[in-house]
């Protein structure tokens, strides 16, 4: 679209986000066990995970999170194209507020325990090896461990489980097989979304969830929390847990003062693979909720993309300036590697996109080894067109790979795919000596010096190109505190409240409009 013809910009925010890698991720685990020490290693969350490690095809954590028709997560379209929360209008939220049947329970988690390690050292002496045995550390009484937060780990336990995956569904199901000769698998990090529509800050009836309005961290404010428990329910990706000794919402801060410090989250400093990217795009807020509300799920990714503004347009960052976006904001997002995975080569994808809340963790699709592929089906690894065909037939399916990150539609995640390995072709054949692959390059809109540097962004970029993340200004530190979103920022539709970007100030306390319970939110 030209400058001529482009919508004119409106409020423009900017937002901390994250890329990963998933060629990348070896499934270690560290990223979790990092963030689990830093932010949930005390007494109620002892079965939250912020951060997790999935194997894919698996059900993952909670059993069966993606699907919607169970669990009312996301928002949908009503009959009038409105855009409302699948867990249902005010009404009906108020009226389940002492009895949400919408809950993933604890054996949709697991239960977290403990081993009797005493009996391993006072046990008399006798014929038998003391076992220690494992307790709950719920109830403290004994208990048989039968699930856990990452069972299916390296598809140990997918034949069992990974059959009922929400993403395979109808013929995929029976293409797919589980045996370790013929399976396939991949390891999906997952974290909050810190999404630009969250559909958990919409359903959170005290106010207490709220989008910063300073870098779209969403976060929770523990003094308003009620425990009504909504945002889990509307959190489609679950993201969101109880405190279950204080009876408080909590979920993932996005490291929040690390961030504020310019330093990365916890799980992107220490990832062993160094598959994460760090940093800050700029996007027009008076974009979003059309974009959250586009007719066909297939268009959501577009959708997504158009709302975010390009850093080296002069009116654009003369608008973010007009906004209050500080210079060296401005020039992060320029630098940001986000921006240039997602907008600029567009190698990126959003987390299941269909549920409509513009998730900002978004991840470049593992690629199959193609060469391989080519050869075994007797084709000419230097032929792009062979190359290309191969893309089509990779051990892991298309099919299951749209419906996590394109809705459904194969064709974009083919698309990325096909990129990746015009990319890898051509990397290689420089390797060895030779001039590239361009007719490779050009078939996919890339050009050598474009491949040169996605091949710099994603093989062996430096931690100061990974990670762009500017500091929170001192002068803002007032602001950087506890908050609700504003009514400025907020529209609403079919009587819910929907969040269509930052607000530009913190509301005041409100009343029984608000809280079902009369007081204060």
């Not at 969101?240 to 929040?256: D, I, L, Q, R």
Request: charged share 25%; glycine share 10%; aromatic share 8%.
């Amino acid at each position: 679209m030209s400058r001529d013809t482009a919508p004119p910009i409106g409020r423009v925010m900017a937002q901390v986000a994250m890329v990963m890698n998933l060629d990348k991720c070896i499934g270690c685990h560290t990223c979790s066990v990092t963030c689990k020490q830093t932010w949930t290693n005390r007494s109620g969350v002892e079965y939250a995970w912020f951060n997790n490690v999935e194997t894919k095809p698996g059900v993952g954590y909670p059993r069966r999170y993606e699907d919607q028709d169970r669990w009312k997560g996301g928002w949908r379209l009503d009959r009038r194209g409105r855009l409302v929360l699948r867990s249902g209008g005010r009404l009906k939220r108020l009226a389940s507020l002492f009895s949400n049947p919408d809950l993933p329970l604890i054996d949709d988690y697991y239960e977290p325990v403990t081993y009797d390690y005493d009996t391993l050292v006072s046990a008399p002496a006798g014929g038998d090896v003391p076992v220690a045995r494992p307790r709950s550390l719920l109830t403290g009484k004994p208990t048989a461990i039968t699930w856990g937060a990452n069972w299916e780990d390296g598809l140990g336990g997918a034949a069992q489980t990974a059959g009922a995956d929400p993403n395979l569904g109808g013929e995929l199901a029976q293409k797919v097989k589980f045996e370790f000769e013929q399976t396939f698998m991949f390891h999906l990090p997952r974290l909050c979304e810190h999404c630009l529509n969250p559909a958990c800050v919409s359903a959170c009836p005290s106010g207490a969830m709220y989008k910063r309005v300073e870098d779209g961290i969403v976060l929770v404010d523990q003094d308003r929390c009620r425990g009504w428990r909504m945002c889990v329910t509307a959190c489609p990706y679950k993201k969101v847990y109880v405190n279950h000794a204080t009876g408080k919402a909590e979920k993932c801060t996005f490291c929040f003062p690390r961030i504020e410090a310019g330093a990365p989250t916890v799980c992107a400093e220490t990832c062993v693979g160094r598959l994460r990217y760090l940093g800050v795009v700029l996007y027009d807020a008076d974009r979003v909720g059309e974009a959250a509300a586009v007719p066909d799920e297939r268009d959501l990714l577009d959708a997504q993309r158009q709302v975010f503004l390009d850093p080296g347009d002069p009116g654009v960052r003369a608008a973010a300036r007009r906004s209050g976006i500080p210079e060296d904001w401005i020039d992060a997002a320029r630098r940001s590697p986000v921006r240039a995975l997602i907008s600029e080569y567009k190698v990126a994808l959003p987390l299941h996109p269909e549920y409509r809340t513009l998730p900002m963790v978004w991840y470049v699709p593992p690629l199959s080894p193609v060469l391989d592929a080519v050869g075994e089906a007797g084709g000419d690894p230097e032929n792009p067109d062979h190359v290309f065909a191969a893309v089509t037939r990779l051990r892991i399916p298309l099919e299951y790979l749209a419906n996590l990150f394109a809705a459904g539609e194969a064709d974009v995640v083919a698309g990325v795919l096909m990129k990746l390995t015009a990319l890898r072709s051509h990397m290689r054949a420089r390797s060895l000596g030779d001039d590239g692959q361009e007719a490779g390059l050009a078939a996919v809109g890339l050009t050598p010096t474009q491949a040169e540097d996605l091949h710099r962004l994603l093989a062996v970029a430096k931690y100061a190109d990974r990670y762009v993340v500017p500091a929170a200004h001192r002068e803002e530190a007032a602001a950087l505190d506890g908050g609700c979103p504003v009514e400025d920022g907020t529209t609403t539709r079919g009587g819910d409240p929907v969040l269509l970007g930052l607000p530009t100030v913190r509301r005041a306390p409100t009343h029984s409009s608000d809280s079902p319970t009369g007081e204060p939110a």
